[in-house]
């Protein structure tokens, strides 16, 4: 039921910008660190970013220095905004849930595709 709301995705050319958010509900985004994967096709799902329940961010060495997430707790909403992309960071972008109290299991968005061409 409760499901996680991505938009942001879209075609840009390499060295441009994009930022994605992500809408969840408020009873689970403020209770759950938010963090953004991706997933290039024939690739396996790997981590891009975190950001905790409690503001504290992390981001994957290879898109340290190019890509910032963040999160509006009043919005309940969670971005990321992506610089200087690169063909290479095309993928299908998903938002993830992850509750820190026991008795709620991670959500997952439906994902949104990012194309970078060159």
């Known amino acids: 039921q409760v499901q996680l709301v991505e938009s942001g995705g879209g075609l840009v050319q390499a060295g441009g910008s994009l930022r994605l958010s992500c809408a969840a509900s408020?009873?689970?985004?403020?209770?759950?660190?938010m963090g953004w994967y991706r997933q290039a096709p024939g690739k396996q799902r790997e981590w891009v970013a975190t950001?905790?329940?409690?503001?504290?961010?992390r981001h994957a060495d290879f898109v340290k220095g190019r890509f910032t997430i963040s999160r509006d707790n009043p919005k309940n909403t969670v971005y990321l905004q992506m610089n200087s992309l690169e063909p290479e960071d095309t993928a299908v972008y998903y938002c993830?849930?992850?509750?820190?109290?026991?008795?709620?299991?991670?959500?997952w968005g439906q994902g949104t595709l990012v194309t970078v061409s060159s």
């Open positions: 408020r009873s689970i985004f403020s209770i759950s660190d």
């Open positions: 950001v905790t329940s409690g503001g504290s961010t």
């Open positions: 993830n849930a992850r509750p820190t109290i026991v008795g709620y299991h991670e959500r």
